[in-house]
């Protein structure tokens, strides 16, 4: 019988890829926006931002009330994508009623200008 240890694994990937993003020139970045009180979208968000930070990684977080408009949370969207700092968005899901998640989430209404 063969036994996997995944912590082991995980961690020499993690270690791995830490001395990778130190070799960048400049480090890669994550945009994260969440909306609501949804607290395991915020305790995802928060394991993403510890990650982030061990590994190197500029982390920016947004952090809506549920309030706010589609509009001006995919005016938040547009400005992340624009930013060069940033090379990925995560929209934490799911978002509460009244957001239609495919227009937030779908990558063709952000082209990068």
């Known amino acids: ?18 001395e990778k993003i130190k070799q960048l020139p400049s480090p890669p970045g994550l945009g994260v926006i969440l909306v609501g009180n949804d ?11 510890a990650a982030s930070k061990e590994m190197g ?13 589609q509009a001006d949370l995919l ?21 509460p009623r009244g957001f239609d998640e495919d227009t937030v989430s779908t990558r063709k209404i952000y082209p990068r200008f």
């Not at 019988?1 to 830490?18: E, S, V, Y």
């Not at 500029?58 to 309030?67: A, D, G, L, Q």
């Not at 969207?77 to 799911?94: F, G, T, W, Y």
Request: no cysteine; hydrophobic share 45%.
């Open 57 to 69: 990684v500029r982390f920016v977080k947004k952090i809506f009330p549920e309030t706010i408009s």
């Open 39 to 49: 607290p395991a979208s915020h305790l995802y968000v928060a394991l993403k931002e």
């Open 1 to 18: 019988m063969i036994t996997i240890d995944g912590k082991q694994i995980a961690n020499t990937i993690r270690a791995d890829l830490k």
């Open 75 to 95: 005016h938040t969207i547009r400005e992340l994508n624009v930013d060069d700092s940033i090379h990925a968005i995560l929209i934490q899901l799911p978002l």
